[in-house]
């Protein structure tokens, strides 16, 4: 187990919506910058590649209306195959710079057109390190994305790095997906989100608390400024923000010591002593000492036992 100290970074910035390839080139960029301000673990926001189905303006795609069939033709053409060429960018770029990377893609199936799933990608000089599909899409992400089979909720031993888990968005609200890959011992929770808002960051300090871990949320910043003109649906009028953003690194006693960065493109960076994690763990090891499982895992609901 690495206890060391890690430098890490959240990046926010626009991606080029429904653009892959240039997407995949900002990414490039952006993931040079950080290294190039020492940091080992980047982490970029949820659905980066190339686009995040807002609930600004992604409930009219639930509809038969002008425009969803050419928006789900388009955000197909600009998402990603796990073994396809604009991952296989990425992991060059992480070979070339000694780095990991964490980020949001839409993810096409593997083997045939068809679902696309809210993917977690964790990339190393290594490859494909970690893939987790998001359990539980929220509202009307459901009309864009699948439904994650849950078989993918463990933790990454990163060399140089250490153990890194997380979650996508609001699964980050889920308390037993939690439980799930806090039994891998993160040190290190990553976080790519859409949520900017201020009850996010309440999220995120206390899964840092609770964890015994240092947590990077990478948060969407998406002015109306970076959708194309020709984009198939309307946005909402007199809105020119969609996303804040909010990237920042918060310690594992839930103190944020770096950002949040909000309303612009930017780069939060922090070092990590994993010792403090590792601290964290004697007064409270939430899958440990203060679990309990051996009560709380034989509990009954209210009432008492449901019959199969």
């Given at each position: 187990m690495e206890l060391g100290t890690v430098r890490v970074a959240?990046?926010?910035?626009?991606?080029?919506?429904?653009?892959v390839e240039a997407t995949t080139d900002l990414v490039l960029e952006r993931l040079g910058e950080a290294a190039d301000q020492g940091a080992t673990l980047v982490v970029f926001p949820e659905c980066f590649l190339s686009l995040y189905p807002?609930?600004?303006?992604?409930?009219?795609?639930?509809?038969?209306?002008?425009?969803?069939?050419?928006?789900?033709?388009?955000?197909?053409?600009s998402s990603v195959d796990v073994d396809g060429?604009?991952?296989?960018?990425l992991v060059a770029a992480c070979a070339e710079r000694g780095v990991h990377l964490a980020i949001g893609v839409n993810e096409r199936e593997d083997q045939r057109p068809g679902t696309l799933y809210n993917t977690l990608l964790l990339l190393g000089p290594e490859g494909v390190v970690h893939r987790h599909r998001k359990l539980m899409p929220t509202m009307h992400e459901r009309v864009f994305h699948g439904v994650g089979a849950g078989d993918d909720l463990s933790v990454a031993d990163l060399p140089g790095v250490g153990r890194v888990g997380?979650?996508?968005?609001?699964?980050?609200?889920?308390?037993?997906?939690?439980?799930?890959?806090?039994?891998?011992?993160?040190?290190?929770?990553?976080?790519?989100?859409?949520?900017?808002?201020?009850?996010?960051?309440?999220?995120?300090?206390?899964?840092?608390?609770?964890?015994?871990?240092?947590?990077?949320?990478?948060?969407?910043?998406?002015?109306?400024?970076?959708?194309?003109d020709d984009f198939p649906l309307p946005l909402p009028e007199g809105v020119a923000v969609l996303g804040r953003g909010g990237a920042c690194v918060v310690s594992p006693r839930g103190e944020v010591i770096?950002?949040?960065?909000?309303?612009?493109?930017?780069?939060?960076?922090?070092?990590?002593d994993l010792r403090a994690a590792l601290h964290a763990k004697r007064y409270f090891d939430v899958v440990g000492h203060y679990g309990r499982s051996d009560v709380l895992g034989q509990q009954s609901p209210p009432g008492g036992p449901i019959d199969p």
């Open positions: 959240a990046v926010q910035a626009m991606p080029v919506v429904l653009d807002s609930g600004a303006w992604a409930a009219a795609a639930a509809t038969w209306s002008a425009g969803c069939d050419e928006l789900w033709e388009r955000m197909w053409a060429p604009q991952v296989g960018r997380g979650l996508i968005c609001w699964e980050n609200r889920m308390p037993l997906a939690r439980w799930a890959v806090y039994q891998g011992g993160p040190q290190i929770w990553v976080a790519p989100t859409a949520d900017d808002s201020d009850g996010w960051l309440a999220s995120v300090r206390h899964i840092a608390i609770e964890a015994g871990a240092f947590v990077v949320s990478a948060p969407q910043y998406i002015p109306t400024s970076a959708f194309p770096a950002g949040p960065l909000y309303d612009e493109e930017g780069i939060v960076v922090a070092d990590c």
